[in-house]
């Protein structure tokens, strides 16, 4: 992409910094400006009437679609590709160009103050349902722009704390789910975090942006800043960084810097071809779509916005309904107890403020002013059929205030019901964008309420409405049903309803584990860090991976949500294809008397006695929908990175020689089908220096030839005790370069030798697939 010929060093600077909080910088004729939009699950495009140039206190309505904790929940691609479209669909009518997000950052703790905006624990849900998002939206010419690369698990000291990481986790937990998106989806943009990795801030990582985003993976796209994340202009821009927003008025120290030699002028120049290209590929994308691009766009001046492309608010309403009963999870159900019959004779007290006033979005940045608002409630009394008599009390403030009057009348109500649905969650207070909570408990009045109706009533089912994991371990004894509904959006209330009355089955699985208590979680003792620093001390060990690896009892597992109906597993096979790849299959069948969807899910086991990676790590998943009775056979591929680990020595990818697992089953700790695997390796062998042990050595195909006939003089040493004796263990632990002192014939310069013959060896192997 060239730049225009005439364009001054100060019109390229000027290119690299937005015009206004929404828009790019325009160049009189040459460059038109495109306007960016919050949207991780919803267009909040401000009201220019409001006078806020952020737009948080009021903006334009649009679809609320549930949340990525929600639509993540859902492990349905091609549902999250969908609403990925009705998005853009409404960008393109709000006279935005590209939409920020999805957000795909690891959920490292359940404290996390915005986990609502983020899918999941696991970087393969991530990155799969982030890239459906991204087509979705760009599959109608509106740009995506993934985000906040990288390492943003917290919300406190967002905007200095340095998230201190090793490489391998790094490159295992916190990065493969951007990795994936960039591959498969091309995103037109990726959003730098506030915060600094390992001491750099993100916008000024070169490592980060140039030599892995772009070097490593091929992204071609524009990256620019989140909102007041550029420290220093000049070192953003020689790191890879091509759009600070918004615009701090610093375009001059670019044009000085270059002028006083401190930064190329050509570092300049493509970051200006960046903007240029993100200009016109939204352009060519609209054209291809059949859209004017002259089509006059909302600019945040003037009464309204002149829409095109309007969308159907009907039809968006009701993808919202379907996204919301997809992502619920159905935690519990003890003898049944639901679905309830809609055309039963029954009465149900519905209880609980948030069924009249529902938690359905997250707040900060991505806060939307729905079109429309279900409220369970409504939908309740709408669903149920004559025979069902329904009272409702609110039990509690939404403001945690105690309120005896309130829980006395919950309680009458309840003692008067065949069933008592409890509406819980946390308050919008609790959890937002710029602080982390501090507990996952749910607010204590709640759970005396919950108490007290439980003793009234003894059929309880508890709807739970949160952004992030809470605690169930102390409550759920009061309750025979839980229905984790998360944030569902606009259409909570007639979503909820279908679920509680049986008219669509519960087929969402937890993306992140619900702990037994907040201690167990692995980054407890270092979350969210002191001193502008928070250490990722627990490493690789995320979520399952720490709670499985160690056989740490949990609530609910990685993969767990109930059905109205039973699935079976049967017949695993797994054929090796040669190069390291496999075909796994398995039949799935309905068992059950109802239709129903069941997330059949692949996980690749290493069983170690000292474990050196997580036991388990999820490698693929799809969810299928069958009818009683009905059978279907699922397929996956697995790869040679799917079996590989980070190696930090090779500062790449490898594939040890052993055998591995192949699990199958319906949640983590579900795993219903086994098959043991083995693999060759990928051939590569470690480089070999003085400092290598002689462990090392002998287990290289090349060294340990070389450095047969040297240890004869060892020989004796070796095999004092049968080839068994602690005396070897010592000495195999020995770096080579040690033994020159041992009067054993491997003097420091028969040590150089050896180094220089094995490098100089005839290279072996291949690396493995990335």
Known sequence: MNLPHDLTLAEKASLTSGSSTWQTTPVDGRVRAITLTDGPHGIRRQDPAAGDAL??????????????VTLGSSWDPELARRVGAALAREASALGADVVLGPGVNIKRSPLCGRNFEYLSEDPLVSGVMGAAVVAGIQSLGIGACVKHFAVNNQETDRMRVSADVDEQTLREIYLPAFERIVREAAPYAVMTAYNRINGVYASENHWLLTEVLRGEWGFDGLVMSDWGAVNDRVAALAAGL??????????????????????????????????????????????????????????????????????????????????ARAGAVLLKNDGGLLPLDPAGSQRIAVIGEFARTPRYQGHGSSHVVPTRLDTPWDALRAAAGPGTELSFAPGFTLDGTPDAALVADAVSAAASADTALVFLGLPEAAESEGF?????????????????????????????????????????????????GWLPGQAAGTALADLLFGFHSPCGRLTETIPVKLADVPSHLNFPGRDGHVVYGEGRYVGYRHYDTLDVPVAYPFGHGLSYTRFSYDDLAVVENGGNTWTVEATVTNTGGRSGHEVVQLYVAFEEQAPSRPRHELRGFT??????????????????????????????????????????????????????????GDGLTDELGPMSTLGEWLAHPVGAELLGARMRRAAGLLDASGGHSALINLALGIPLIKFSTFGIGLTSDVVTELVSAVRNAPAEGAAPDA
């Open 55 to 68: 737009g948080l206190n009021a903006s334009l309505p649009a679809t609320c679609f549930p949340p990525a």
């Open 623 to 680: 969810k299928v929908g069958l009818e009683p009775g009905e059978s279907r056979r699922v397929s996956f591929t697995l790869t040679g990175r799917d079996v590989a680990r980070w190696s930090p020595s090779r500062r790449g990818w490898r594939i040890d020689p052993g055998s591995f697992v192949v699990e199958v089953g319906a949640s983590s700790r579900d795993i219903r089908l086994r098959a043991e695997v083995s693999t060759a």
């Open 242 to 323: 091509d759009l600070e927003m918004p615009p701090t008025g610093t375009d001059g120290q670019i044009v000085e810097a270059v002028t006083a030699g401190r930064l190329e002028e050509s570092a300049v120049t493509a970051a200006a071809e960046r903007v240029i290209r993100l200009v016109r590929r939204v352009e060519d994308a609209r054209r291809s779509a059949g859209r004017d691009e002259e089509t006059p766009r909302f600019d945040g001046q003037g009464e309204e916005p002149r829409r095109f492309d309007d969308w159907d608010e009907d039809a968006h309403h009701e993808l919202c309904r379907q996204a």
């Open 436 to 484: 982390d909570r501090t507990t996952i408990d749910l607010p204590a009045g709640q759970i005396a309420l919950l108490r007290a109706v439980s003793a009234a009533c003894p059929r309880v089912a508890v709807v739970l409405a949160n952004g992030g994991v809470v605690g169930v371990a102390r409550w759920q004894d009061a309750a025979s049903a839980i229905l984790e």
